[in-house]
């Protein structure tokens, strides 16, 4: 066995969970990254992992991973980055037990992330939000279920892991409503509940009839929902809404997306992105400025303080149907 088990074995249990007190989800994360380098490198030397060197792990075999995520494995370049800051992590630790591999090390932690094309952030309307509650089948305890965790979803823009991870007692009605939750960075934050969403979580409250420390959203045999349960009864919510909102069939609807809504939702009804940051439990307000791009009635408004008093109000309108179709091409 060569020096890289210990000091894989030191770097998880000293440097992540000793050290840096890093959450079960970045201890995770971490271990699959460095599970796929270890595999990757065996498939391409023939060495075992258990007989793997530091110079079986360097520069070039570190790129021709980020190449092989990539081109074989279809991920994508945010994928990649998260990759390599495991990888980094790790050689970064090694540098500080192994100096004489000081050179081959410092090569693998100059290898830059990879520059992606940010995606627009997608979020629902209140007409689509509307829609997306009044799908289900309230004669049904799953659709009962349901209509209140997503419209608890919606309103508190919760992430969700978040979501899954509530108990019964997170929950506080009546005066001062709130959901309490436990966010990245072990960071714990209140949201507070309106009215709508108080009456649909204390009829569920009372039909769930969960004790302390049981999850608030479950399946009938009682265990805590999992993401992909939770994706999966989104899409067939989504399915069935988009009967009734057109809009919806356009829309690649994910639970993250409920949380966009709420942010979006908050930013049209005029409130400060340094509020709506601690609403949504971001470490900095530049991570709610993807709103502000994306809405387009805020920049409309913009727009209507710089234009000629002169000038009449709203979007242009094409006064021919064929003048309009040839404006879309």
Known sequence: MTSIAPTLQSFFTDRLVRQRQASPRTVAAYRDALRLLLGFVHQRTGTAPERLDWTDLDADAASAFLNYLEDKRGNSARTRNVRLTAIRSLFSYAALQHPEYALLIQRVLDIPPKRYDKRNVTFLTAAEVDALLAARNLRRWEGRRDKAMLALAVQTG?????????????????????????????????????????????????????????????????????????????????????????????????????????????LQAGVDTTVIAHWLGHAGVRSTDAYVHADMTIKEKALSLTAPVTARPGRYQPTDKVLALLDRL
């Not at 019964?168 to 009215?195: F, I, N, Q, W, Y």
């Not at 057109?246 to 993250?256: A, C, I, N, S």
């Open 158 to 266: 919760l992430r969700v892991s978040e979501l899954t991870s509530l108990d019964c007692d997170d929950v506080t009605l009546g005066e001062g409503a709130s959901v309490r939750c436990e966010g990245k960075g072990r960071k714990h934050r209140a949201v507070p509940l309106d009215r709508t969403v108080q009456d649909l979580l204390r009829a569920w409250l009372g039909e769930r009839s969960g004790k302390r420390g049981e999850p608030l959203f479950c399946t009938r045999t009682g265990r805590r929902l999992t993401r992909d349960a939770v994706a999966q009864r989104l899409a067939i919510h989504v399915q069935a809404a988009a009967e009734a909102c057109l809009t919806l069939f356009d829309k690649r609807v994910h639970p993250h997306v409920l949380r966009h809504s709420c942010a979006m939702s908050l």
